[in-house]
């Protein structure tokens, strides 16, 4: 390997103790890929088993904490006891492999797809549609809801636990429930719940305390606890990077292992205005600075995007699309053999790469969404 990429491999240690073996990620990707019923599928850990080899961790394909949050077809639940066997299945896979194994807990709130709700209805902060297609008014949370879905974040953190897991990545991003609270958009409660910033601020906090309960009366080893957040939304009122930023210091206030930033390209400027160019992952490891380790993400296709993105002092990155093109891409980075990354996909891969059915004929019907060669 050229010496140029050592930074890539040099270990990382999480507060919690937790110890990563290079600054590699695999990102969270939902694969459409598990039962209906949410329990972890063979098909998923194929997926997984080919892609856990290279990196420091792998974040899952989000889980559903309760059954109204389900947001995705085939989309893995962690909201009962009865699915612990399969994401032992999961978890084993990953770390069978040499990774740390993270799992992605969320509440699809507004962004639920009707059909996949069993009394159609979802649900969020303010009855407020997303202005997304196809997606229906959400019923406004009851308080007692809201305590429920609190105590359902704890819930499945302890299963994440007693799976076998190494971490739990809150998904606090890409406009699903903790965001709708946060948001101006999705959030017109004046209950403690909305209204100013810091109310706005208090689902989210009260989830990551419930996880950080779970953590605390479960783990009996060093266990991650992350958090992933979206700097901008475009919806008006949305979330602007004047609420993102006093978030964030909140945010490495929690003692938090991670703050990872979802965003689609790592050098990305705003997506609300596009006069301001400087990128919002630079924006935040600027904001919180060594207080916590920022998760930079985005488009990093080959070693030197990755080195450019680490030279910048953001200390960990994922890799989505990336991975999913290039199952061995950290090996192959580790053994000097940069030039037979792929960056793109042919449509013949699907067997090759392994990757699950439904995933594969959506990437395939998203024009532009993967580099796909003619
Ligand atoms: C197929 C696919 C599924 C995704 N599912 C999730 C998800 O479950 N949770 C999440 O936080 N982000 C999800 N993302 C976003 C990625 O984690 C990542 O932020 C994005 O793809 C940009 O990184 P990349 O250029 O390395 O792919 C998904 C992305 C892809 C391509």
Redesign the pocket.
Known sequence: MSSKYNPLFEGFTFKSGVRLENRILM?????FASEENGVVSDEELVYYKERSGGVGAV?T??AYVIRGGKGFVNQIGADSDDKIPGLKRLADTIKGEGAKAIL?I?HAGRMAPPELLEDGQSVSASAVAAPRPGLVTPRELTETEIEEIIQAFGDAARRAIQAGFDGVEI?G??TYLIQQFFSPHSNRRTDKWGGTIEKRMAFPLAVIDSVKAAVKEHAKDPFVFGY?ISPEEMENPGITMDDTLPFVDTLAEQELDYL?V????FWQGSIRDEQDKKSRVLLIQERVGNKVPVIG????YTPEDVKKALDTGVPLL?????L?IEPKWVQKVEAGETGTIATSLTKDDQERLKVPDV?WS??MKTPG??PVED
């Open positions: 990102a969270p990707m939902t694969n974040v394909a989000v992605q969320f998904h991003a890409n992933r990872s979802s965003v689609q390209d993400v985005g488009s990093l994922a890799l989505g699309r990336e999913i995933l959506t990437i969404w993967f």
